[in-house]
Each structure stands twice: as C-alpha cells, then as structure tokens.
C-alpha cells in the first residue's frame, strides 16, 4: 500500500490563479519534502518540513509556500501560479534527515 | 553548491548483459548516496544506499563508491525488460537538508 500519497494527480491551472498540491504520509516520517522536476534540471528541493507547523526554504523557493499542519500532511501552494512553474512536483518523506527519501507518484501541473 | 553528473544520458542493453552507470560529484565531503529508478509517468523507487567507500549490494544492484575520484556507479547484474526506466544518483547535501539529483541516465533493456 502506498506510503506516499499526492492529490491531484494532474492539475491544469491559469496563470496568476491560485494551486495547492496535497501531499498525504503514512510513515510516521519526520520530514517531509516537495521536489520539482523540470527537464534539464532534474528534481530540486522547494520546501521540507522536520516538525509540523514549521516549514524550511529549499534550494528554490521563491514563488511557493508550504504548510505543515499535520505530521501526515503537506501542502504546496502557488498563490499566483505562472508559465515558468509548469513541471511535475513530487512529494517526498524521511525518518531523519540523513535516512532514504521515499517519494511520491507526483503531481502533473500545467500552467497555461 | 553540490554539482552532480551522470553518465552515459541512454544506454541500451541486452537482456542478461551487466549495465554500468557513471554519477560524479563536486563535494568531496559528502558521504550519503543513494541511486533511483524512475518508470515513465511514476514515481522514484530507492535501489540502493552507500555511505563509504566500496561496494554495497542490493540484490541485483551494486553501488560502487569511491570519494577521493567523487565517483558513484551503479551496475546492473541480468538487467530485464522490467529495468527499463531512468536512474538517479542522488547526493546528500551536508550543508542543508534535501538531495541533489542528476539528470539521470535512461536506460532499454531489450530482450
């Protein structure tokens, strides 16, 4: 049964709206983590979280907020959603911060 | 800033052939690597995690590591049909949380 879960599957959005991606664990895990993978970058670090209610910046940041309300629950959010943020997100969670990363099916977005 | 390359970008086996992918990295002091398989449209899977240098076995997967030439490889034993999809070598960063990925490598396996 799958330990990571991520809601919706495929989104389509319009530029300047509103997207929250919902990422859902059963691991007990610790930390959690939300990726973007783009061709020619491969997947870099939004945001993680270690504890909820508290969120970290990742290597990228800028344009997405995360909230932690839950041990099991971690969003995305696009307040203003726009072209250059097309790509799949996926969702990841880890015991520590040292253990394996078990990941998500991700999250399809296309911003038009 | 942790760089990491993989190498070769395809690569296309035959069934039972042994398949060899290279990663590099920029940081020498880091010591937490792990290798990921990607199927087309899914999610990553963990194949195998090294911490020092050698070798470490998972199955049909071997992970070579050896830090003073900031190499990591992988080696497919009698890849299959099955094995088709890109590999990822991830690096834990030791300055902050999270991994750095390479592109991947995408690999055939063909019968």
């Known amino acids: 049964e799958a330990a990571v879960t991520q809601s919706p599957r495929s989104k389509v959005a319009v530029t300047g709206g509103k997207v929250t991606l919902s990422c859902h664990q059963t691991n007990n895990h610790d930390y959690m983590y939300w990726y973007r993978q783009d061709t020619g970058h491969g997947l870099r670090l939004i945001h993680y979280?270690?504890?909820?209610?508290?969120?970290e910046k990742g290597d990228i940041p800028d344009g997405y907020k995360a909230s932690r309300p839950s041990q099991e629950n971690f969003s995305l959010i696009l307040e203003l959603a726009s072209l250059s943020q097309t790509a799949v997100y996926f969702c990841a969670s880890s015991d520590r911060g040292q253990d394996t990363q078990y990941f998500g099916p991700g999250t399809r977005l296309l911003v038009l | 800033q942790q760089k990491v390359q993989q190498s070769p970008e395809s690569l296309t086996v035959s069934e039972g052939a042994m398949a060899s992918l290279n990663c590099t990295f920029s940081d020498g002091t880091s010591n937490n690597f792990r290798w990921y398989r990607q199927h087309s449209a899914k999610g990553l899977e963990v194949l195998v995690s090294?911490?020092?240098?050698g070798e470490k076995e998972e199955g049909r997967f071997t992970a070579h590591l050896n830090r003073a030439n900031l190499h990591v490889s992988l080696h497919i034993r009698e890849p299959q049909p099955s094995d088709s999809a890109v590999y990822l070598c991830?690096?834990?960063?030791?300055?902050?949380?999270?991994?750095?990925f390479g592109l991947g490598t995408r690999v055939s396996v063909f019968p």
């Open positions: 991830a690096v834990k960063n030791n300055y902050a949380q999270g991994l750095t």
């Open positions: 090294i911490f020092s240098d």
């Open positions: 979280s270690y504890v909820a209610d508290s969120t």
